[in-house]
């Protein structure tokens, strides 16, 4: 048994037979939807390659969530989008995503390890764990299952508006990305106050460069 499995392991006993794992994609980029992920497995079930799902190549990333929709107990998807982003924030934004992923799962986990050192209200136990993507089995899957499934949404958005590359960026702000904004303007698949922000760093910077 490999050492993320273990570490969920750690927490099972007589009252805690099931343990989800959650976490989320999405609170960096300029553009699309945050997607949280919650997911349960049996105690036995592990997989050695599942890891952070940063550290995996696309097309394994992609393996792996087939394996995992189809060798989990359940899971759930919870998906904010860009407009509700720039009403209540990011952080507030993926804690809601992460809840209402969460809320899909049956059996009810009796414990919630999150990614991450903030929890959302739960009626259910929650432990944070920092890098909890790159310790924990169950954690590590949901990054995966919110990693792929967002690819995903902006792959389908990039056919729309091709001109911002999100099938390579994925939303997020890489120079490409950043220099179509100024070009093109904002679609409005974008998030408001993440492009605000930008555009006021970016003034800030030809201050001292100028």
Partial sequence: MNSLKTFDSKFLSPKVKFIAGCDEAGRGPLAGPVVAAAVIFDKKTFHKEINDSKKI????????????????????????????????????????????????????????????????????????????DAKSF??????????VTRDEIMKTAHKKFPEYLWNQNKGYPTLAHRDAVKKFGASPFHRKTFLRKLLAEEEQEKLFTE
């Fill in 57 to 132: 190549p696309g097309k394994k990333r992609d393996e792996l969530y087939n394996w995992i929709l189809g060798n989990c107990l359940s899971y759930g998807i919870g998906i904010i989008g860009h407009e509700e982003i720039d009403e209540i924030n990011i952080l507030q934004a993926s804690l809601k995503a992460m809840k209402l992923a969460a809320a899909q799962l049956s059996p009810l986990p009796n414990l919630i390890l999150i990614d991450g050192n903030k929890s959302f209200l739960s009626d259910i136990k929650t432990k944070t764990v920092v890098k909890g």
């Fill in 138 to 147: 169950s954690i590590a899957a949901a990054s995966i299952i919110a990693k």
